[in-house]
């Protein structure tokens, strides 16, 4: 992944989506509060309405959010398709997929092993 155009591809495709998710976590919050009323202070923060949302059962796009910020970290920093855990090299064909991935294939199966481990241990 050294194609500067191409990382400019995937930063502008990171964004949009960054974007999308961002409308539809403030919505599910904007719900979560009509439904629950635990919080009342409507101007809350985007960022501690994610906070928020980190403990809520609505988390799969707060999850991609997080791996969309740090994909764009990482195109900034220039390490942008390098696995964070092994360093090796994520396939492009991978990258092309989920242009959001930190991980390659074995280390995110790994880590997606780890967390229903440790998921289903803690239950809250
Ligand atoms: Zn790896």
Redesign the pocket.
């Known amino acids: 992944m050294s194609n500067q155009k191409e990382l400019e591809k995937i930063k502008a495709l990171l964004l949009a989506r960054q974007k999308e998710l961002e409308e539809t976590i403030a919505q599910l919050q904007a719900e979560g509060e009509q439904n629950d009323q635990i919080q009342d202070q409507a101007d809350q923060a985007l960022s501690s309405a994610f906070e928020t949302l980190k403990s809520s059962l609505h988390n799969n796009e707060y999850e991609e959010y997080k791996m969309i910020e740090k994909a764009l970290e990482m195109v900034d920093a220039g390490t942008y398709g390098m ?1 964070v ?2 360093q ?1 090299d994520i396939s492009e064909k991978r990258l092309q997929s989920y242009p959001n991935a930190t ?2 294939l ?2 995110q199966e790994t880590a997606e092993e780890e967390k229903e481990k440790n998921s289903s241990q803690s239950y809250f």
């Open positions: 696995c855990d092994c090796q991980r390659c074995p280390c």
